[in-house]
């Protein structure tokens, strides 16, 4: 292979890619529609000047609507003007103007909408100033420096009435290098979808320079700020450009060159679609010219928008494109000249095996250009980032990649052609052209002696695999399942080399692989330690569950869900190993067994919470179509009514639940069976309330709101409950009211439910007397807590209002008028501060240690994977009021680092 790379490097021809790479990169630089166009039809010039003859352009929706594998298509955008002049200023700017789309397409973010007359002067607010409750209507919010300009913020900022955002988040990390660098803001959105698309709301936001960030929150921080807003960004219904050329080889089955276009930096990713057109013309070239077989298998490259438009590409032809594709590599961020740039490889991940993987061995093993950019990290076990992520096994299509880490550079202007050096560009399409053109020319007659290389390696993982069981000290049938599965992952690996044709040398190293797996095996069977068997309540749980993909592609933006009901994923689903769990289901393994190869993949062991995380997420998926997931263990309505019945809750009870619906497993019929079933064992003479807390906060305790959790209390929205998916719920059953507390408001239903919330006023403490935790006590109430533990006690609020103790503070609020119009609401006794129940687990907190040896009755019974627990509250008042005469510092924490804890103990 050395030999060939130095013809390949002869043949790439550098200063006219390094040519091509500047005119492709100044024609994406608007990065507008109409761009994507010319950087298209550009792309395609050069496809036919190279000597392509299959060349297409295929033309996508950008109609914000059109979805392929859960990824939504772009709303179509174009701008021309983009500014922001600031007009007012206690300090003053030498450069009104800090933001210029007409100086600096990266000036104005992607997706931004007109200003409806055009311009219009506004006020600009920091982040801070933002969460502190300054009046956000009509302005734009400049983010703190370490603040993503994302989903979090710009939906926090617009349902807050802000315009947009100002951003320098992606000029730090070069401010010092770089001090003039803007940074270019790809996924603005208020959603996980990396476009702006049907039904997002207009905003207006601008990227600056770290030093104008720092000059404009100084500013705004010590008095007001007013700038002149200029914008006519349009986004409509239009059309995306994908790019395609087909090289036929002897066989119809394609290898695919993926290269993404449509972000306009150097490196990011102008280089991987010069290069891979590169590659081709050389490999072509070095055919012709004898110096390489005649392709075995026909060469596709695909050029269209990362992810979405590889997506699009993936329906276009097929779908699963494993009968149509034996693998691919994705050219993105190549190394190029980025300074302090490292060449990391990443193997396509198991999910669709790849003999090219093995070839990608032998081949960063042989290779001898080693000094000009060393292999950093070789990640054999691949993974799913980006535009790997076709090697899902829905989709099928493995895919190599070759990126340049560890940059200093990264989605920010200082990305110029300045940065490119043309003898590691050079050198870099080379080394992947030398290893594509290993793959692509493989035939019958190099087959055995391939396979043969290819079998010593998977001797040689067994062998590490092997190592790694005894040194993690794994029992024998942990560590035999582990080895067994890396056997099966070579095996696969081997049995793709029938894509070139049948060999017996095939099936030979495949034996020799489990002739040695056998011997390992017996190894490990004399050696492992006796341990005990994994144990853990989520883990155990996991093997009861089966799951099966129902749609091809990774769930990403869940754009089947109404905006309300979308949810984040684990690991973003594709930067992660949730998306191993995804790729390795089958409907025949056990979503434990899913589980234990993601670990084995990954090298690590999942904690139990992480565990949960994603079962919690399989379960979502599961319920909302994305998944079919099968559950052994189910809880129904009338398993949480026994549950409730034999914790002690009867027929006539006031109760007030705290809950977790994570807590169980699997409940047929969610939230809604759970309201049922507390309603059920209750009667129509009972009570059920539930705490419908918000976070309306603009200062607590003398101290500035900085949770980003802030919004002003409107009662008429629902997704502002902090406090879980049941009371979330429960809120919009009929029937049920609420008390108008801002901080603290209850829900409730029954006979006695006006009873307990009418009398509490929204200015009134939020756990006083008027409050619904008296009124338990009054009605000889009952607390029942639903899988949560005792932490959510707020009934210990209510004693600390009783008691009168010294860190209960006032707080000042925000509420939403019918309107839409804001007040501020003054409430005294607010509950400022750290507790150490808020910790506890299981009783073993301070208060509830003592409560319980005090004489504080407390029910218990289990379901499913959770417990329930019951407390009357006559005895919790008595016990609890005991032990706070006797100790008015229980509730605090002992951790000497708790400033708050430790201001108020007395």
């Not at 799913?384 to 076709?390: I, V």
């Not at 079933?677 to 900085?706: H, Q, R, Y």
């Not at 006006?754 to 200015?763: M, V």
């Amino acid at each position: 292979m050395n030999e060939l790379f130095a013809k390949f490097l002869n043949c790439v021809d550098r200063n006219r890619i390094y040519n091509e790479v500047e005119n492709l990169w100044r024609k994406e630089f608007p990065q507008t529609s109409r761009a994507y166009l010319a950087a298209a039809e550009y792309t395609l010039e050069l496809l036919r000047e190279a000597g392509m003859e299959n060349v297409e352009m295929i033309s996508f929706p950008a109609d914000g609507k059109t979805v392929y594998q859960d990824k939504c298509m772009p709303l179509a955008w174009d701008a021309t003007i983009g500014k922001l002049t600031i007009r007012k200023s206690p300090r003053p700017f030498a450069e009104p103007v800090i933001a210029d789309y007409q100086r600096h397409p990266f000036h104005l973010v992607k997706g931004s909408a007109a200003i409806p007359e055009g311009k219009r002067l506004v006020k600009i607010i920091t982040e801070t100033q933002l969460f502190a409750g300054e009046d956000a209507d009509g302005a734009l919010v400049v983010c703190a420096p370490s603040t993503v300009p994302g989903a979090a913020i710009l939906k926090t900022a617009l349902d807050l009435g802000a315009i947009g955002l100002i951003s320098d988040y992606y000029a730090q990390a070069c401010r010092v290098q770089a001090p003039e660098a803007i940074g270019w803001v790809n996924a603005g959105t208020e959603g996980a979808n990396w476009h702006v698309i049907e039904g997002d709301r207009p905003f207006v936001c601008f990227s600056i320079t770290a030093g104008a960030g720092d000059q404009l929150r100084q500013a705004a921080e010590v008095g007001e700020v007013t700038a002149l807003v200029e914008c006519d960004g349009r986004r409509y219904q239009g059309s995306i450009p994908g790019v395609t050329a087909l090289i036929p080889g002897r066989q119809k089955k394609e290898f695919w060159l993926m290269a993404h276009l449509y972000e306009p930096l150097s490196d990011d990713n102008s280089t991987g679609v010069v290069a891979a057109i590169e590659m081709v013309r050389c490999i072509k070239e070095l055919i012709a010219k004898g110096d390489l077989p005649e392709l075995e298998f026909s060469l596709r490259l695909v050029f269209g928008a990362e992810m979405y438009g590889f997506a699009a590409f993936a329906e276009h032809f097929g779908g699963n494109l494993s009968e149509r594709t034996i693998g691919a590599v994705n050219l993105d961020s190549l190394m190029a000249g980025n300074p302090n740039q490292r060449l990391h490889v990443y193997a396509a991940a198991p999910g669709t095996p790849f003999f090219g993987n093995a070839l990608l061995e032998i081949f960063l093993d042989q290779w001898k250009d080693k000094n000009a950019f060393p292999v950093a990290k070789f990640a054999e076990s691949g993974w799913y980032d980006d535009d790997t992520l076709l090697t899902d096994r829905t989709v099928g299509l493995p895919t190599v990649w070759f990126i340049g880490r560890e940059k200093m550079f990264w989605h920010n202007s200082a990305l110029t052609m300045q940065l490119i050096d043309r003898r590691i560009f050079a050198r870099i399409c080379a080394t992947i052209g030398t290893w594509i053109a290993s793959v692509v020319t493989l035939n019958k007659a190099s087959l055995a002696q391939i396979v043969r290389q290819a079998g010593a390696y998977g001797l040689s993982h067994l062998a590490i695999e092997y190592r790694n069981i005894l040194q993690k000290g794994l029992s024998a049938d942990e560590g035999s399942e582990q080895l067994l599965y890396r056997l099966q992952r070579d095996c696969e690996r081997l049995e793709d080399f029938r894509e070139v044709g049948s060999d017996p040398e095939i099936e030979r190293q495949i034996e020799l692989l489990q002739a040695a797996t056998q011997g390992y095996l017996a190894q490990i069977k004399e050696q492992a330690p006796v341990t005990e068997e994994r144990k853990g309540k989520w883990f155990d749980y996991s093997a009861t569950v089966l799951a099966s993909r129902v749609e091809r592609g990774f769930p990403h933006d869940q754009t089947r869900l109404p905006r309300c009901q979308r949810r984040s994923l684990p690991d973003g689903v594709i930067y992660g190993p949730f998306s191993r769990v995804l790729s390795n289901m089958d409907g025949q393994k056990t979503l434990q067994r899913v589980i234990r190869e993601a670990e084995w993949e990954e090298g690590t062991v999942f904690s139990e919470t992480k565990i949960k995380e994603y079962l919690g997420a399989v379960m979502f998926l599961g319920k909302h179509g994305f998944l079919k997931v099968e559950y052994n263990q189910k809880i129904t309505h009338a398993d949480i009514l026994s549950a409730l019945q034999n914790v002690g809750v009867r027929s006539g009870d006031c109760l007030f639940v705290h809950s977790s619906a994570s807590a169980f497993g699997w409940i047929e019929g969610g939230e809604t069976a759970v309201i049922e079933a507390f309603l059920d064992a209750i009667g129509s003479t009972g009570t059920l309330l539930m705490p419908t807390f918000t976070s309306p906060f603009n200062s607590f305790e003398g101290t500035l709101n900085k949770g980003r959790r802030y919004r002003p209390f409107d009662p008429e929205d629902p997704s502002q409950v902090r406090v879980g998916s049941i009371p979330r719920t429960f809120l919009q059953m009929p029937g049920v009211i609420r008390s108008r507390h801002p901080s603290h408001p209850v829900a409730g239903i029954g006979s006695l439910a006006a009873a307990c919330l009418e009398a509490q006023q929204e200015n009134d403490p939020p756990t006083g007397e008027t409050s619904s935790f008296a009124k338990l006590v009054e009605y000889k109430g009952r607390l029942v807590y639903f899988g949560c533990g005792l932490a959510p006690s707020t009934f210990l609020h209510y004693l600390e209002t009783v008691a009168d103790l010294p860190y209960l503070k006032d707080s000042v609020c925000r509420v939403k008028n019918k309107d839409g119009s804001l007040r501020t609401v003054y409430i005294p006794k607010n509950l400022p501060g750290d507790r150490d129940f808020y910790r506890d687990v299981d009783g073993n907190s301070k208060f509830f240690k003592k409560a319980l040896a005090s004489g504080l009755k407390m029910n218990e019974s289990t379901l499913g994977c959770g417990k329930i627990r019951l407390l009357e509250a006559e005895n919790f008042y008595a016990v609890g009021m005991k032990l706070l005469s006797q100790d008015p510092n229980i509730l605090l924490c002992d951790n000497e680092e708790c400033l708050f804890c430790r201001k108020y103990k007395q």
